[in-house]
């Protein structure tokens, strides 16, 4: 007898969906939205020794001492291209995440930024974004999402989470991007791990040497990228 063809009962996997972003979840900040398209559209000013600028506006990082503008060196480019060109071969994975390790005061922050800004000057294949980061007493997390704008323009809009807490809805979410800075979660006796950092989705993360800003040895090896960046040269010191 001829095989039984069973694919018409097979009913197939629906596609996920990226949650409703509901109104008391989330509140929509135009600051915000300013601030990141900024972060994004502004074109960089090339100084010497490949160190890279980009003017904004407004700090978006809660950093006392540092520059609101973005300034970048070479290696730390290659590392976020690193890290894009990693959490994209690994798409078919709901969970991915990319450790940038290094010394205190190197730039790990800032390249979450430079990756946030690499992220959404993407033509194709624009995901949510998730950012999160602030003290551990007073986080801060906020949705950047690619919207459809007049025209049919696709559009970046941002919205600040209204409780500390990421829903669970979001944190199950496997097609968004989320980038979570623990640097300030804490201080240097007692770092802890984010409760983000146990969300499904790619992540990309900023840590000290100290493994409890990754949770120590939980995360499976075969999601986790670690990427070392390291010290800035006296002559990029010199630019900057």
Same mark, same amino acid.
């Given at each position: ?95 991915? @995440?990319?450790?940038?390790? /290094?010394?205190? *005061?190197?730039? +790990?922050?800032?390249?979450?930024? =430079?990756?946030?800004?690499? %992220? ?23 949705? @950047?999402?690619?919207?459809? /704008?007049?025209? *049919?323009?696709? +559009?970046?809009?941002?919205?600040? =989470?209204?409780?500390?807490? %990421? ?74």
């Amino acid at each position: 007898d001829a095989p039984v063809d069973l694919s018409a009962f097979i009913k197939p996997k629906p596609a996920e969906k990226v949650p409703e972003i509901q109104t008391n979840v989330w509140k929509e900040d135009e600051g915000l939205t300013e601030a990141f398209v900024e972060l994004a559209t502004t074109a960089a000013i090339c100084l010497k020794e490949d160190v890279e600028v980009v003017p904004l506006s407004e700090k978006l990082l809660p950093d006392e001492n540092a520059s609101s503008h973005l300034v970048t060196r070479r290696e730390q480019r290659d590392v976020v291209a690193c890290a894009l060109r990693a959490s994209r071969e690994n798409l078919g994975k709901r969970r991915f @995440i990319v450790a940038i390790r /290094g010394s205190p *005061g190197i730039g +790990k922050s800032w390249s979450g930024l =430079l990756y946030i800004r690499t %992220l959404m000057q993407q033509t194709t294949g624009r995901r949510p974004i998730i950012f999160e980061y602030g003290t551990k007493e007073k986080r801060t997390t906020v949705l @950047i999402n690619p919207e459809q /704008g007049d025209g *049919g323009v696709q +559009k970046w809009v941002l919205y600040r =989470l209204r409780d500390q807490k %990421l829903p669970s809805e979001w944190c199950n979410c496997g097609i968004i991007d989320l980038v979570v800075d623990p640097e300030h979660f804490s201080n240097d006796e007692t770092p802890t791990a984010s409760p983000t950092l146990g969300s499904r989705g790619h992540i990309y993360i900023p840590v000290s040497p100290d493994d409890r800003h990754l949770g120590g040895s939980r995360i499976d090896a075969s999601v986790l990228l670690q990427l070392v960046l390291g010290p800035w040269s006296l002559k990029e010191l010199k630019v900057a």
